[in-house]
């Protein structure tokens, strides 16, 4: 016994000074990006990122606590495996690019805690960047409560920050916070605390002299909550934080992430980027979400709709304009029409059905909106108890789907806890039973569950084109606004900003030029695209706009990044079948010089230059003849934009 103890004190002696002193080291495949992983003093899990041989991510902490063991300190390193490379290659319904592929390489390091209970810490890194996600194993009989998570983002000093706050729980119209929908601070110190004590939201964006890195979350099952940053940061390190009390789907749901184990949780990201062109072009958030369960998702189908109560609001819910915005739909070539909320008390479903089949025989699908429903907001819009409880749920959407109803616009959700990301869950896995399309608004960050769920064609998490049609404050921040999201909300995920009005908002002064809110249909990206017109504004712009609206697609081949800045402007390349769309759109007051050149052009070519006119609510179209290889010099007017249309 005396012996077993010695031998064990001694073990235990050599392991934490052998733990102490040794450092794994996992690189890229490039191997630009160097994770190290060690422990520190008192059995602390940290890591950092050393990238071009430059520390971009300090040290910082890893681990959770659990309500019944503690995984932050008093570890030990158990047993390291050999490193693996992984690879993968997918298809995305829409999104930036169709065919993506992934090359990373993996390390799991085995941590035990003074307990002997043992934890694995799941490395990751591929040429984008880093990630890891921790898994406990073992089977355990009981529901375990995660209480904090440790995690930290140490960022170097000098790093300025592109986040944006996440308003803290019940703030907002009928407490319909958080959902995502705020104003990025750009350029500000690392450390500037969040106006809100809910932090800061992902993805959060910084930059240190030409390093960018990017945060985010992917892999969210269900079994964990949705995750932000502290208000407060110590020098710039960002620690991970759960939701804030209410934010559940019932007062006795799950807040913080509880489950029986083993239990994997979602990946944390850390986008590294030398200059603003691999973020740009990376997929590294559904590269490591949940890959889709194989089925037929051929009713999943990308496009464009009209949409009422953008323009019209809550009168226009009635039955002869939602015919109107039908034949609009049609007219336009549009997939889809989307009628808003209240439909069932202003239409009902009978007349719902009669617009349906009115609707399939111009070639439109009808989309329909609905209510989360939940006691954690005041939002009376109806249809309200259809979506929370399974029974009903399914029970609705097989009378709608039974109906020719092609989607839903999902609204008002109430944050970030475990139960809510369930019920994300549960509706996109419902809503595939009975193939409808899924559009979530008031709502959270869609961390890659576009790749888990092809039905889910876009979601809102952002200040979108709403805002601008309540307030003057909106309008005028639209410029900039909108230069912030290519690089951060839109980044990874579809977003239903709901962009483009090419006429007047009424009662408002829009900031930005027609052909700005033109290139919106190429710089933002979502699934389904509803536009902010209304049809008597579409009938004020030239034919040949018209033109290009009926034509422009939602589904891109592939994405590159031309030019741009956080905020300030930023030029897009995208690609659909043989035709590159160019877009750029500029943020601030002053105008805009840029060149550029269009290397995945091969021949001498004729593009269609569509830019602003004389005014910024007139336009312009011309011919550019390109050269292979030769560089293209584009003014953008302030608050203006250009849309570059050329086939290969
Ligand atoms: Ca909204």
Known sequence: MKHASILLILLFSIGSLFSQETVYKLSSPNGKIQLKVNLVADGKPVYSIDFNGAQVIGQSSLGIRLSDADFTIGLKIESVSAIKSVKDDYQLISGKRKHCTYHGNEQTIRFTNF?????????????????????????????RKIIEENTSFQLTPGSKIYMSPCPDVYM?????????????????????????SAGWVFPALFKKDNTWILLTETGLDGTYCGARLQQLSDNGNYKIRFPEEGERTSPLAPLFPESKTPWLT?????????????????????????????????????????WSWIMKKDDSVIYEVQKSYIDWAAKMKWEYCLIDADWDVK??????KELVD???????????????????NTVAYSPK??????????????????????????????????SMMKYYNDILQDAMKYKLMVNFHGAT????????????????AVKGFEYITFTQEAADQEPNHTCMLPFTRNVFSPMDFTPVNLTEIPGLKRKTSSAFELALTVVFQSGIQHWAESPEGMALVPEYIREYMSSVPTHWDDTR????????????????????????????????????????????????????????????????????????????KPAGGFVLMVSE
């Not at 439109?364 to 909106?369: A, M």
């Open 266 to 306: 979602p990946w944390r990201i850390i986008v590294i980027s030398d200059g603003l062109k691999t973020l740009m072009e990376s997929t590294l958030e559904t590269d490591l979400a949940i890959p889709a369960k194989e089925a037929d998702y051929s009713f999943v189908k990308p496009g464009r709709a009209s």
């Open 445 to 460: 960050y869609p961390k890659g569950w576009q790749r888990t769920y092809p039905n889910l064609v876009t979601m809102e």
């Open 172 to 196: 907002g119209w009928c407490n319909s916070q958080p959902s995502y929908e705020d104003y990025y601070f750009q350029g500000e110190d690392i450390g500037k605390p969040s106006p809100y």
């Open 358 to 376: 009115y609707a399939t025989g111009k070639g439109v699908g009808l989309l329909l909106w609905y209510n989360s429903a939940g006691s954690w």
């Open 115 to 143: 307990r002997q209970e043992p934890i694995d810490m799941i490395f990751r890194v591929s040429d984008d960047g880093a990630a890891f996600r921790y898994f406990l194993p073992g089977k355990s009989l009981e529901t």
């Open 347 to 352: 239409i009902g479903y009978e007349k719902v």
């Open 561 to 636: 990044f031309i030019d741009g800045f956080p905020g300030k402007y930023v030029v897009l390349a995208r690609k659909s079948g043989n035709n590159w769309y160019i877009a750029g759109i500029n943020g601030e007051n002053s105008e805009k010089e840029i060149s550029f050149t269009l290397p995945f052009i091969a021949a001498n070519v004729n593009a269609t230059f569509y830019t602003d006119g004389d005014t910024n609510r007139s336009f312009s179209k011309s011919e550019l003849k390109t050269k292979k290889g030769e560089k293209i010099n584009l003014k953008i």
């Open 385 to 418: 108890d259809k979506l929370l409880f399974g029974r009903n749920r399914e029970a609705e959407f097989k009378r709608i789907s039974e109906m020719g109803i092609k989607g839903i616009k999902a609204d008002f959700f109430g944050g970030d806890g475990q």
